[in-house]
């Protein structure tokens, strides 16, 4: 009789807990949290789990416990976050939240496609690089992680929202007189932002590794009331659906401009920037390792928290050197975000001020200057590790255990 776990809302863990017993598997665990699964897998001895793909269920930790020990995992989706979550932790086997037992025994039991979801779209994944004021980096790190998506051989689109300071079309060596982003957004306020349109406002950085598409920034900073976040959301929405990644570059100001406005329904300034964080699926932070800039960053960061809802937030600490913050930078560092920030498992960028100035002269990415950059490879590492969906990846101890209980349950 095989064993089964669950990670499920109350509602689909009884329904699924009847069926189980109806086909003759064995229950045992019912988990309210992936890291309660975790913790339990080798002690009940499951042999498979099935949980929610919401980040509640499904995680990091619960990903690597069950490789360890050799559990396949079916993630049940009820929305496209849903899909991308477990897409982003390298999880295939999915099916709809409603879907009938059979349907799910066949994931689990075959190594054959998982069951389609109904509807299922495969939008762009957003990334919002944000960070306070002082220059931590943040258009250097939009740049950098689009350059390294592209290598990976997707397709990109790297956008400037920036309503104080859009910097990307000059870093790029790109001309910025009809801003691409500004473009999109009124073509969206009039709902006519398509495929078709992108490609004919978008300027097109080539490189041998992979090229990206961008939609540069406003070039004078009077022109900020034609991103309203209405049509920033309409914007951001139709680069889903034209490219694998979408890459923003922010402003740092998280303010809210009604304390400042005496009109509601006038245009603010920073909504710009608050719309494109609350429709990222994940948020850069990025902050300067140095005293003022980690002073910055932590004030900052609580402020970043409370303006977004459901996003993923990495946190990026850039210029990591040690003339600045003493021995030991990446110790210090790490210590001063956990202590005051509750901050774990940062991203550390190593300053690299030769490379960086190669790029900027030469209005190309690391990636095209200096491949083999300290800084150039941090990124890389930070895209591969925890930006594109982890490759799923069999240990031959899992493989002989997935034997023995397709054996047992079909013999």
């Given at each position: 009789?095989?064993?089964?776990?669950?990670?499920?809302?109350?509602?689909?863990?009884?329904?699924?807990?009847?069926?189980?017993?109806?086909?003759?598997?064995?229950?045992?665990?019912?988990?309210?949290?992936?890291d309660e699964l975790a913790a339990s897998l080798s002690g009940?001895?499951?042999?498979?789990?099935?949980?929610?793909?919401?980040?509640?269920?499904?995680?990091?930790?619960?990903?690597?416990?069950?490789?360890?020990?050799?559990?396949?995992?079916?993630?049940?989706?009820?929305?496209?976050?849903?899909?991308?979550?477990?897409?982003?932790?390298?999880?295939?086997?999915?099916?709809?939240?409603?879907?009938?037992?059979?349907?799910?025994?066949?994931?689990?039991?075959?190594?054959?496609?998982?069951?389609?979801?109904?509807?299922?779209?495969?939008?762009?994944?957003?990334?919002?690089?944000?960070?306070?004021?002082?220059?931590?980096?943040?258009?250097?790190?939009?740049?950098?992680?689009?350059?390294?998506?592209?290598?990976?051989?997707?397709?990109?689109?790297?956008?400037?929202?920036?309503?104080?300071?859009?910097?990307?079309?000059?870093?790029?060596?790109?001309?910025?007189?009809?801003?691409?982003?500004?473009?999109?957004?009124?073509?969206?306020?009039?709902?006519?932002?398509?495929?078709?349109?992108?490609?004919?406002?978008?300027?097109?950085?080539?490189?041998?590794?992979?090229?990206?598409?961008?939609?540069?920034?406003?070039?004078?900073?009077?022109?900020?009331?034609?991103?309203?976040?209405?049509?920033?959301?309409?914007?951001?929405?139709?680069?889903?659906?034209?490219?694998?990644?979408?890459?923003?570059?922010?402003?740092?100001?998280?303010?809210?401009?009604?304390?400042?406005?005496?009109?509601?329904?006038?245009?603010?300034?920073?909504?710009?920037?608050?719309?494109?964080?609350?429709?990222?699926?994940?948020?850069?932070?990025?902050?300067?390792?140095?005293?003022?800039?980690?002073?910055?960053?932590?004030?900052?960061?609580?402020?970043?928290?409370?303006?977004?809802?459901?996003?993923?937030?990495?946190?990026?600490?850039?210029?990591?050197?040690?003339?600045?913050?003493?021995?030991?930078?990446?110790?210090?560092?790490?210590?001063?975000?956990?202590?005051?920030?509750?901050?774990?498992?940062?991203?550390?960028?190593?300053?690299?001020?030769?490379?960086?100035?190669?790029?900027?002269?030469?209005?190309?990415?690391?990636?095209?200057?200096?491949?083999?950059?300290?800084?150039?490879?941090?990124?890389?590492?930070?895209?591969?590790?925890?930006?594109?969906?982890?490759?799923?990846?069999?240990?031959?101890?899992?493989?002989?255990?997935?034997?023995?209980?397709?054996?047992?349950?079909?013999?």
């Amino acid at each position: 009789m095989a064993r089964i776990a669950l990670a499920l809302p109350l509602d689909a863990e009884d329904r699924l807990s009847i069926d189980l017993v109806r086909h003759g598997y064995d229950l045992v665990a019912r988990c309210s949290s992936a890291d309660e699964l975790a913790a339990s897998l080798s002690g009940v001895g499951a042999e498979y789990a099935v949980v929610s793909a919401a980040s509640r269920y499904l995680n990091d930790r619960l990903m690597a416990e069950a490789d360890a020990v050799g559990v396949r995992v079916v993630a049940m989706i009820a929305s496209e976050a849903d899909r991308r979550q477990a897409a982003d932790l390298g999880l295939h086997e999915v099916v709809a939240v409603d879907a009938e037992w059979i349907e799910i025994e066949t994931v689990l039991l075959g190594d054959v496609a998982p069951t389609p979801v109904a509807g299922e779209r495969h939008l762009g994944t957003v990334l919002a690089v944000w960070g306070p004021a002082g220059s931590p980096g943040r258009t250097t790190l939009a740049i950098n992680l689009a350059a390294e998506l592209a290598a990976a051989g997707h397709t990109v689109a790297l956008a400037d929202v920036d309503t104080h300071s859009g910097s990307i079309a000059p870093a790029l060596g790109l001309l910025d007189e009809a801003p691409g982003f500004a473009a999109a957004c009124r073509l969206a306020g009039a709902g006519s932002l398509d495929r078709a349109e992108l490609e004919r406002i978008g300027q097109r950085y080539l490189s041998a590794r992979g090229g990206f598409w961008v939609l540069t920034g406003i070039g004078r900073p009077s022109r900020w009331p034609e991103l309203s976040a209405e049509r920033v959301v309409g914007a951001i929405a139709a680069c889903r659906d034209w490219v694998d990644y979408v890459v923003i570059d922010t402003g740092s100001s998280l303010e809210n401009d009604e304390e400042i406005s005496s009109d509601l329904f006038a245009p603010r300034r920073n909504a710009a920037t608050i719309a494109a964080l609350r429709e990222a699926d994940h948020v850069v932070a990025v902050g300067s390792a140095d005293p003022v800039g980690l002073s910055r960053f932590l004030r900052a960061h609580v402020d970043l928290l409370e303006t977004i809802v459901t996003s993923r937030v990495t946190v990026v600490m850039n210029k990591i050197r040690a003339s600045a913050i003493g021995l030991g930078p990446a110790t210090q560092v790490k210590e001063t975000l956990q202590r005051f920030g509750g901050i774990s498992s940062p991203v550390l960028v190593p300053h690299d001020q030769l490379a960086l100035d190669a790029a900027i002269l030469s209005g190309k990415t690391l990636f095209d200057v200096a491949a083999r950059s300290s800084a150039r490879l941090a990124i890389g590492q930070f895209v591969e590790e925890r930006i594109l969906p982890r490759q799923p990846t069999t240990t031959r101890r899992a493989k002989r255990a997935r034997r023995r209980r397709l054996e047992a349950v079909t013999g």
